[in-house]
């Protein structure tokens, strides 16, 4: 059975049909090796794991925290998923909690998880987070908060699901480019906005607020920041800090550049009190494509915003853990395998909405 099943994935690879066929489509693959040469079965407790296909294992699940809305998306495609698959599932929620995180990942594994994936609390923990998989040979499959190449290489059995941060920010930069003043609406030669940042330790807020201004510079666009705060992802924090700036600079905003929807639906709740209308007097853009903020591109509520594939995320990271499960591994370089953003506008909004 291990053997037929080795083969079988052998032939698959060798077919090149890897990364992309568990149906995110948008992904771009990663360099494995042969399960079937690289890992010799005796050795390699995930090679044990085809004797127990899908339907057998059980999985581990860190969320870095429930109360966020993106990745309550997010989760619920993740257990939706395994649970299809016939995979025991345990969710964990870690509070935004690291040491509470590191904690469930040592339960996990001393309840012998045969997979674990991981949406680190802290980017920064990711060296500690590797070495304790690692040194317990569990294959592992990190979404949402990209460590570096070079922590990653420190295990072949772990590999990251995600998104390219930096094109997000871009697309929302050609959101703001795409409206008929290129975000200068008051005629003063320039685009002054306000920032509206995620938590700044996670990746996806820096690059976002990096590229989406970077679009506007490129086209030769001349900007200034009126204000940089973090609203660490949060629909009340990002209403309480367009409230302020409102208050302060009023008129002198034209566009609202928030790093995710929660944050821009808070926003958008301040802007509307302060009496602006979107598209008209100001822009307003997010990132993610939840629900609300989808309905709010509709009605015109919101310039855009950049679909973040929960869906499609969700089912690559599967993917990539029933190839661990059968004993792939990674080399270093290649152990990042990204879905793509895509640009929401009033045009396309209605295709997106779930
Ligand atoms: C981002 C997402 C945010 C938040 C964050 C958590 O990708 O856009 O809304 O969920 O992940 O790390």
Redesign the pocket.
């Known amino acids: 059975m291990k053997k037929t099943l080795a083969l079988a994935l052998a032939v698959v690879m060798s077919l090149g049909l890897l990364a992309g066929c568990g149906g995110g489509g948008n992904t771009s693959t990663p360099a494995q090796s042969n399960p079937g040469t690289s890992q010799p079965a005796a050795s390699n407790p995930a090679a044990s794991i085809p004797d127990a296909p899908a339907g057998g294992g059980t999985v581990g699940v860190c969320i870095?925290k429930f109360d966020?809305?993106?990745?309550t998306t997010y989760r619920n495609a993740l257990q939706e998923i395994l649970e299809g698959k016939g995979y025991k599932v345990t969710v964990v929620d870690g509070n935004n909690d690291q040491s509470k995180q590191n904690e469930q990942i040592n339960t996990f594994i001393t309840q012998g998880v045969d997979a674990l994936i991981i949406?680190p609390c802290m980017t920064s923990a990711a060296d500690s987070i590797i070495a304790t998989v690692k040194a317990a040979n569990v294959p592992t499959v990190l979404i949402?908060?990209e460590p570096t190449a070079e922590q990653m290489s420190a295990y072949d059995k772990l590999v990251y699901v995600g998104c390219d941060a930096a094109q997000s920010g871009t697309f929302q930069g050609e959101l703001i480019l795409e409206t008929p003043n290129k975000g200068d609406i008051n005629g003063d030669g320039k685009v002054s906005y306000i920032m509206i940042q995620?938590?700044p330790e996670?990746i996806?807020a820096q690059l976002r607020t990096e590229y989406s201004v970077k679009a506007l510079k490129d086209a030769g666009i001349e900007v200034e920041e009126l204000d940089l705060q973090r609203g660490d992802?949060d629909r009340e924090k990002g209403q309480t800090i367009c409230a302020n700036d409102l208050a302060q600079y009023g008129d002198k905003i034209e566009v609202v550049f928030c790093?995710?929807?929660?944050m821009a639906i808070g926003a958008l709740q301040s802007i509307q009190a302060a009496g602006r209308t979107v598209n008209k007097d100001i822009y307003l853009v997010g990132?993610?494509a939840l629900d609300a903020a989808l309905n709010e591109v509709m009605n015109g509520n919101m310039t855009g915003t950049v679909l973040?594939d929960a869906v499609g995320q969700a089912t690559e990271a599967v993917n990539q853990m029933e190839l661990l499960l059968g004993g792939a591994t990674y080399t270093s370089g290649n152990q990042s395998v990204y879905v793509n953003y895509v640009k929401v506008t009033p045009d396309n909004a209605k295709d997106f909405v779930k």
């Open positions: 870095y966020d809305a993106f990745m949406n949402n908060r995620g938590d996670n996806d992802w790093n995710n929807d929660d990132v993610d973040n």
